[in-house]
């Protein structure tokens, strides 16, 4: 009789197990009061026969009951049972149609779940190995729903990105929506509002409803950059009154209404005391200007401000990145070495790095903070050459599409900071855009303009039909911007022509700007940037 007895304690005395369904209780409690009745019988019998116990228990996880889901969360089911030589024994069910199932240690593993909106019930079923018993049991009844929330909207129109805009839209059959990542009020009819301060490029919108479905959308904010008529100015130049003055006075005088000021340099100067990490730590921040001094006193004099920054022809942090053993962050040549190409030691960054991308992205975010009203890249491409001699650590796919991806993260930070995005490009990437690594047509979805380096001295002979190019700098400016204007258009970006300041073989004067200002009024473009090395402008060159 004690081993008899013995051979019972394991069911008698177990607790009922947490998480186990109403049903699984109730079976479990008949079965003992069955199995005392029996024991019972035994006794009076004094028959030393040891009846075996009922498995004891039985659960579903990742289900719970009448709860709303879609087929998407019914991937993570599983069964588990008491002792694990039972689970070979349990039965699954769905909507009266047997599931097969692995095993998986410990529990049975469903596979993923195919079925359509509405009531459905999941069985798990142990046989009771006692005859006349009932099996252990445990079920979930739970509706499916599979649709997704619908979200419409409609693109923002901006005409200037330091205002706060506002977004309507509605998301039909969604419980929680969020904007940007932060979640927004949602009326009874799906229609949310919101207003953004500075909005980006593109505003994030997810949805999500009862059921778990989601759904996401991206709402383009366009924003048509207003042109300007500027000339470029170094950081140092603009510590010189010499150079300074006059410029102040052509914008007074309404013959320029910008003045492009270097950020970063292709030296790899920074011209301002920059607070980004790592251009103190290489020791590129100098303080040639007030970052916030210089903004007040060009909008003050009711000029724009445009920071160029030159991205990835960088020495300072290339040379530093390389002598600290930080060399994927610098481009080489196919025997690993720096590549030079003309350049000079430590000539060019690696634009597929990513510390090298946020370096220009922190520098660029950090003016457009301080007021900068754009920023205009430059040298934003790889260095010339034979693709195959050169080494990008870490680029997927082609340089154009990497350039592009740089691009396009740093729009979405720029925009947000309330200013304008634009990219400076070499004049043959318009028809060879695999030489530099700078797809125009792709380029100019993420930015704001197009700026092309179209000075009639660096054409050569022939280019677009044109015999001599720098000594008729009408037709190649009016030819080339043709090409380019074809080229972005179907995108919001806007074209803004460099316009060669300067001579080389032949000399450039009024005659020869006005030429090539021609050339652009005749592709429609009433935009320039005025490009001279030495910062030195003559006014009577743009004097109607």
Not at 66 to 89: F, M, P, Q, Y
Not at 444 to 457: F, N, W
Request: proline letters at 7%.
């Amino acid at each position: 009789m004690t081993r008899l007895i013995r051979g019972m304690c394991p069911l008698l005395g177990t607790p009922a197990r947490e998480g186990y369904m109403g049903r699984h209780r109730t079976r479990s409690r008949n079965a003992v009061l069955v199995l005392v009745a029996i024991i019972a019988t035994v006794a009076i019998a004094a028959t030393p026969t040891v009846v075996q116990s009922l498995p004891f228990g039985l659960a579903i996880q990742g289900l719970g009951d009448g709860v709303t889901t879609n087929a998407e969360s019914l991937r993570d089911i599983r069964v588990l049972a008491a002792r694990d030589s039972d689970l070979d024994r349990v039965t699954v069910i769905l909507d009266d149609q047997p599931v097969t199932t692995a095993r998986d240690g410990g529990r049975l593993v469903l596979p993923p779940l195919k079925v359509g909106d509405g009531e459905h019930t999941l069985v798990a079923r142990l046989p009771n190995e006692i005859p006349g018993l009932p099996d252990a049991e445990v079920s979930r009844t739970f509706h499916v729903d599979n649709t997704a929330p619908e979200l419409s909207f409609q693109p923002i129109e901006i005409s200037d990105p330091r205002k706060p805009v506002t977004l309507r839209g509605t998301a039909k059959g969604a419980d929680k929506v969020t904007v940007q990542g932060e979640e927004v009020k949602v009326n009874e009819f799906g229609n949310f509002t919101v207003t953004i301060p500075t909005p980006p490029a593109k505003i994030e919108i997810g949805a999500q409803d009862a059921a778990g479905n989601r759904a996401a959308g991206r709402v383009p904010v366009r924003a048509r950059h207003p042109g300007m008529r500027g000339v470029h100015m170094t950081a140092v130049a603009w510590t010189a009154p010499a150079l300074r003055e006059p410029v102040l006075q052509m914008a007074r005088d309404g013959l320029i209404d910008t003045v492009q000021l270097d950020i970063k340099d292709e030296s790899g100067e920074v011209g301002y005391a920059s607070q980004v990490p790592l251009a103190k730590e290489i020791g590129a921040a100098k303080n040639y200007y007030d970052l916030h001094g210089v903004v007040e006193q060009l909008h003050k004099e009711g000029v724009r401000v445009v920071g160029r920054l030159v991205a990835f022809r960088d020495p300072i942090l290339a040379r530093a990145s390389w002598e600290s053993g930080e060399r994927d962050r610098v481009v080489q040549s196919a025997d690993g070495q720096p590549w030079a190409g003309g350049y000079g030691e430590y000539a060019f960054t690696n634009f597929a790095n990513r510390e090298v991308r946020e370096y220009n992205i922190a520098l660029a975010t950090e003016a457009a903070r301080a007021g900068f009203d754009d920023i205009l890249y430059d040298y934003v491409r790889r260095p010339e050459g034979p693709i195959e001699q050169l080494r990008f650590p870490g680029l997927e796919g082609t340089p154009e599409e990497g350039i592009v991806d740089f691009l396009a993260e740093s729009r979405n930070a720029v925009r947000a900071e309330g200013a304008y995005l634009g990219a400076s490009v070499f004049g043959i990437a318009v028809n060879r855009p695999t030489q530099i690594g700078q797809d125009i047509t792709a380029m100019a979805r993420k930015v704001d303009y197009i700026a092309p380096m179209i000075y009639p001295s660096h054409w050569g002979p022939g280019e677009y039909g044109v015999a001599d190019p720098e000594s008729q700098p009408l037709e190649i400016t009016q030819r080339s911007l043709a090409a380019f204007a074809e080229k972005a258009a179907g995108t919001q970006s806007v074209i803004i022509p460099w316009i060669q300041a300067f001579s080389m073989s032949v000399h450039y004067g009024r005659d020869q700007i006005r030429a090539q200002l021609d050339g652009a009024r005749a592709n429609g473009i009433d935009s320039f940037l005025l490009w001279n090395a030495s910062c030195k402008y003559n006014a009577a060159d743009l004097a109607p």
